[in-house]
């Protein structure tokens, strides 16, 4: 599991490559989307993005399945 932090706020930022406005240096954050990425896919990882509360409510209603 890779946390996404900062980097991603929401699936559509994901998809879409989306740089925020106050972002200092969209290079290097579209530099480190590129990296993040390649290291979900070398480790065979999950990205979560916290600030995504479908993912969030997803994530609960399975975990829920098994209580």
Known sequence: MVLAGDLYH???SRSDRRVPTINADSALTIATM???EQLVVDQGAQLWIEHDMAAFL???AR????R
């Not at 975990?63 to 098994?66: A, E, K, P």
């Open 10 to 12: 929401f699936r559509k």
């Open 34 to 36: 590129e990296r993040i």
């Open 58 to 60: 997803e994530r609960q």
């Open 63 to 66: 975990s829920n399945v098994h």
